[in-house]
């Protein structure tokens, strides 16, 4: 069997439901995973993906920001949704799927804001924080981890060709080194393997967001890797292919990320 996993920062699922349903519709991944659905559970467009097909969905979500969702063709059990930093602002789920006896763990971390600084900026202070405790979670979970794979929007350009300039972009959040330091280091001690960085190696460039504040976004491509799919060592030799929607980001209202999928033979 195959399974493919697509990640997707929609920054607002009910705004874009167009794009997404007409995405499903088109190249079908197995499992969506969305995040900054910006859409209380009880508004949830649910029958728009159950009627293309995607009856298993697993939603955490509130009015306005923040928000993640696991939507599926493929029937999962025991949804899990950590409130990190004692927060309850809806920037994780988890589902298991019952056919592959995979976990699957979706992720929306938090931006930061502009500042790259914890003393002077709260929204960095929590970003840190929230990777403190992703990281000690990922630490914790090393021994046994066995079939998952984590997705998101995590919110980190984390190697030098995740972004279109590492210099100039050292000190601005998302790329400088304390942010860089400890997404690699939670990758590393709870084993974690890139799927997109195991098939396209550095040196290449590899975006997933483009900025709106640029006046032509393609011309400039001054684009940075913040979405991610990871996964356990075991499904390592599963890996097969992945696939960047860049054309997504010329859609008409479209999201400032695209799509990202992610293929296993499982």
Known sequence: MTLSVTTWNINSVRLRIGLVTQFLKDYAPDVLCLQETKCPDAQFPLGEFRKI????IAIKG????NGVA???RKPFENSHAIDYCAKPDCRHISVRLSAYGITIHNY??????????PELNVKFAHKLAFLAQMQQNSVEGQAMRRA?????????????HDVWSHKQLLDVVSHTPIETGILNAIRESG????????LEPEPTKVYTWWSYRAADWAA?????RLDHIWHSA?????LKSYHILKEARSWERPSDHVPLTVTYDV
């Open 220 to 224: 400039s491509n001054k684009g940075r």
């Open 53 to 56: 097909g995607y009856p298993h």
């Open 148 to 160: 998952e794979i984590m997705v998101g929007d995590l919110n980190i350009a984390p190697f030098e």
């Open 70 to 72: 696991i939507i599926s």
């Open 62 to 65: 509130q009015k306005g920001y």
């Open 108 to 117: 929306y971390v938090p931006a930061g804001g502009e500042i790259a600084d």
């Open 234 to 238: 075991d499904l390592s030799p599963a």
């Open 191 to 198: 084993n974690w393997h890139d799927g997109v960085r195991m």
